[in-house]
């Protein structure tokens, strides 16, 4: 009977064993998907910023009040209707995602979220327009610090976050409509609450996702559907990521 449960007990732990490197495995493939996104978005961003402005007066279109220069394509994308395909874009490809992902090849699934990306920089890219690039860049290394220590401890600790994640989703909504009522209302004080608002909310929804991205592994997953919940995976945290950088933007950014 002893060495009956020894093997027992050495099969249990060989069973452990495959299920923590496979996690390991998974959720390095998820902040590398994510990582590259990322990467992605900034020289998308930078790269755009570069094709719409210039420092020649004799190449620019048109100045802004706060003395940046547009080129041609500049004022055309940022002065016409053609803005709301820049901001739209990435929107139809996220919604794309989102339906067909289930239905996706692996490497259609990556390529549509590097896709996602790199639009997501070409509509963010008039933070260059408003915001001084040394801030942008402490800025962005503050919020990588923030997500780093938030979401090891979503992925370490051992309690259940459902209940303060669907909190933060219902918070999420709440702070998307005040944001499009701020819009018309133009109030600076409800955009200071809004992005303290928003720095909190994905804060705590960084914690909560990357534990449910760690729970929603199986160590029985064939290839394909492990590939499309890594970039599912990194798809979510990157927007958590993205999203606290703009609000923490907004409050601790230099404008132009």
Do not use: C
Request: avoid cysteine.
């Amino acid at each position: 009977m002893a060495e009956y449960d020894n093997r027992v007990l050495r099969g249990q732990t060989a069973t452990v064993d495959v299920v923590d490197q496979g996690l390991r495995a998974y959720m390095l493939r998820v902040y590398n998907y994510m990582l590259v996104g990322l990467v992605l978005t900034g020289l998308a961003s930078y790269g755009f910023t570069l094709l719409t402005t210039t420092s020649d007066p004799a190449l620019a279109s048109k100045m802004l009040p706060n003395g940046v220069m547009l080129t041609a394509l500049g004022a055309t994308v940022y002065g016409t209707p053609w803005m709301w395909a820049v901001i739209l874009a990435p929107v139809a490809v996220y919604l794309f995602i989102y339906v067909r992902l289930q239905h996706l090849s692996a490497v259609a699934a990556q390529s549509a979220f590097w896709l996602y990306a790199a639009l997501v920089g070409v509509s963010f890219s008039s933070i260059f327009i408003v915001y001084t690039a040394s801030s942008i860049a402490q800025v962005f290394f503050v919020t990588a610090a923030a997500f780093g220590g938030l979401s090891l401890w979503g992925y370490t600790t051992k309690k259940d976050l459902t209940g303060f994640g669907s909190f933060l989703i219902m918070g999420a909504w709440g702070l998307f409509i005040a944001l499009i009522v701020n819009m018309f209302l133009k109030s600076d004080m409800m955009a200071w609450v809004t992005s303290i608002a928003g720095v909190g909310i994905f804060a705590g929804l960084t914690a909560y996702d990357t534990q449910k991205i760690k729970e929603i592994y199986y160590v029985g997953d064939d290839g394909t559907v492990a590939a499309r919940k890594s970039v599912m995976g990194a798809l979510v945290l990157y927007l958590d990521f993205i999203n606290m950088f703009l609000f923490l933007l907004r409050l601790m950014g230099s404008r132009r």
